[in-house]
């Protein structure tokens, strides 16, 4: 009893290429959904046994939709989360003590890192890339801080800068 196994027909081109479709973004060749036309041993060695792309027969369509409606789900979760955060960051008031002389000028600077470290510290999650300034801050006072959280979320932070209280 022989049986003939069913070979999946690869859909090409006049020119020999092959058609496929994109599960990953691939640089320089395509987004994820898109179909592609590749060589024959680009697809063969690279692309289909690293999962970047799959025959695009109709089950793997649907199944690409499905995968990207649960990708849009979650990164619209994380973008209303993000809003919640920057609402709370433009409630706040940080202070952060630096040492500095009699006349306010600190010995050192107040830049990217101490912002991030004092919102972390109330349990913010702002990384230091996050904090938008074009230098540090040399002085005592109070300063409005730009912050980019991501998906062109922005806010602003109020962070005052003390002079350190020496312990004896």
């Known amino acids: 009893m022989t049986t003939k196994s069913k ?3 690869i859909p090409r081109t006049h020119n020999g290429n092959i058609k496929l479709m994109l599960i990953e973004d691939v640089p320089h060749l395509g987004k994820q959904g898109e179909i592609v036309e590749v ?12 999962s970047l792309a799959a025959i695009p027969t109709e089950h793997n369509l649907k199944r690409l939709e499905r995968y990207k409606e649960r990708v849009q789900a979650a990164l619209e979760a994380k973008i209303a989360d993000l809003r919640v955060l920057a609402e709370q960051i433009a409630r706040l008031n940080i202070n952060i003590e630096a040492n500095a002389d009699e006349n306010g000028h600190l010995y050192g600077s107040v830049g990217p890192k101490e912002i991030s470290k004092a919102l972390k510290a109330r ?12 230098g540090v ?5 109070l300063y409005e801080v730009p912050l ?9 932070v109020q ?6 209280v020496e312990k004896r």
């Open 39 to 50: 060589r024959p041993g680009y697809a063969r060695n690279y692309l289909l046994p690293n």
């Open 7 to 9: 070979r999946l027909k």
């Open 159 to 164: 962070v005052t800068v003390l002079r350190a």
């Open 148 to 156: 980019n959280l991501g998906y062109n979320i922005e806010t602003k």
């Open 137 to 141: 801050f040399k002085e005592c006072g």
């Open 123 to 134: 349990n913010l999650n702002v990384e230091i890339e996050m904090v938008k300034l074009d």
